[in-house]
């Protein structure tokens, strides 16, 4: 029992971030009626909901897998689908209850189940591999460390170093020092690095702000680029629960062209589908839940994973699923769900200091997003790359989704090209049937804009 407890406290530690950077991610940007959720509202959601499905997990599925919001699929609905002129945030999060609804189905019926066995594991590793990647270049991306080249410098490069190639401001500078002490403090296996770092670069962005003001990188290229620090209004306060309910998955529908809706509904199934997938594998084997090759609980695991698009989606805070930090818990001897517990009751406990989201500059927190990337890309050593049939579609799947700023994307690059290859290879007998069907499926994906054209 000591174990589970230090287990779950480990794994809140390490994760508790999200409770910070998600409101970041999805609390500032506009819908297409240029309203915002809310950055204190997703706070208070995000913490409630990661806590209720974390507890879930632990009492049904009884493992040691904590759930929050996903970074991929929150980047997805803030950075593509938002930027759809006729939806509303309540209908974006609508759309997400429509594909969790889906994904109940699905588990239901065994598919999905069906499709992580019919995957090879090489890329259930590139998919973890590219999520990775993907969070990483967010990271830098919200940072200011790396940005997108305006289009009236006429060059056929898309992003440059900092400002003009060159790293500049006191931001940039709080962002390169969290990073540094981050990865220190995870190279000394110091429990809580990253909350530790977070925490450390927020008062040095403080300090900085006092000092020598950076303001807005709306007034500055080099100011913060989402939050300038400031004092909080309160440490504890009430949590702000008005986003629960807000979401109108029938409007979702009833606003949107049958086909728009379907083709919206598709890609963020496609995009929350897959993400448990090699998370779960690789904190299954280290737990040592994996046995004859299969998971324990696994239908259990993959059920409480298709809710937490349910539940994301009515709390207006994105889809949730399985978080590798989880694995922090697993080295300090989480093996059951009594640790998800743990974790879950801190996060509601963490409900009532969302506030603090005010002080916390997003450049204090990227560095979290490049070193989780990091712990995800790592994996990228099991793909045989010795099987063109299998290394070349790892290689498209953890490529494509950083490029195209989509998960679905990379993982549909992976499985079309898997099929191709092995048909050309004269080895179609190892094409498991559900590889043909997803990989039809992704076809009809990546031709949706052709298919549109056609509709119209």
Not at 196 to 207: K, P
Not at 214 to 229: A, C, I, R, Y
Not at 343 to 348: R, S
Not at 357 to 371: G, K, R, S
């Amino acid at each position: 029992m000591g174990r589970e407890v230090r287990g779950g406290i480990a794994t809140f530690i390490a994760m508790s971030y999200i409770v910070v950077l998600n409101p970041l991610v999805l609390g500032l940007g506009p819908d297409g009626a240029g309203n915002t959720l809310g950055v204190d509202r997703v706070a208070a959601m995000t913490a409630l909901i990661a806590g209720v499905l974390t507890i879930l997990m632990g009492v049904i599925a009884k493992a040691p897998f904590a759930l929050a919001t996903g970074l991929g699929v929150n980047a997805f609905l803030a950075v593509t689908i938002a930027t759809h002129p006729e939806l509303t945030w309540p209908q974006i999060m609508g759309l997400v209850i429509w594909a969790g609804l889906i994904m109940f189905v699905l588990v239901l019926t065994g598919f999905r189940t069906a499709v992580f066995n019919a995957v090879p594991s090489s890329l259930k590793t590139a998919i973890v591999v590219g999520i990775g990647l993907f969070i990483a270049l967010i990271g830098f991306v919200n940072a200011g460390f790396v940005r997108r080249i305006p289009d009236e410098a006429n060059t056929t490069v898309p992003v440059s170093l900092g400002v003009g190639g060159h790293l500049v401001g006191w931001p940039t500078l709080v962002f390169v020092l969290t990073l540094l002490l981050t990865v220190a403090l995870m190279v000394r296996q110091i429990k809580g690095a990253i909350l530790i770092a977070v925490v450390s670069g927020t008062v040095l962005a403080h300090i900085l702000e006092a000092v020598v003001p950076s303001g807005s990188s709306v007034e500055s290229p080099t100011g913060w680029s989402l939050v300038v620090p400031q004092n909080p209004t309160a440490l504890l306060s009430f949590p702000n629960l008005s986003l629960l309910g807000e979401a109108a998955p029938l409007d979702a529908i009833t606003q949107l062209s049958s086909f728009t809706a379907a083709l919206l509904i598709f890609t963020i199934l496609l995009s929350i589908f897959f993400d448990a997938m090699g998370t779960m594998v690789g904190l299954s084997d280290q737990a040592g839940l994996v046995k004859d090759g299969k998971i324990e609980n696994v239908d259990r695991v993959l059920m409480v994973d298709a809710f937490g698009a349910v539940a994301g989606g009515a709390g207006s805070v994105s889809s949730n699923q399985i978080y590798v930090e989880s694995s922090t818990g697993i080295a300090e001897g989480a093996r059951t769900g009594l640790a998800n517990v743990v974790t879950g009751a801190l996060f509601l406990l963490a409900t009532f200091i969302t506030p603090l989201v005010e002080v916390v500059p997003f450049e204090a927190v990227a560095p979290a997003m490049v070193v989780v990337g990091f712990l995800m890309a790592k994996n990228v050593v099991r793909i045989d790359w010795e099987d063109w049939g299998i290394a070349v579609p790892a290689f498209l799947t953890f490529v494509v989704m950083p490029f195209t700023y989509s998960i679905a994307d990379g993982i549909g690059a992976g499985f079309i090209s898997y099929v191709f290859i092995r048909v050309v290879q004269g080895r179609i007998k190892e094409i498991h049937p559900l590889m043909w069907v997803v990989a039809i499926a992704f076809v009809v994906f990546f031709s949706t804009g052709v298919i549109e054209g056609w509709a119209g």
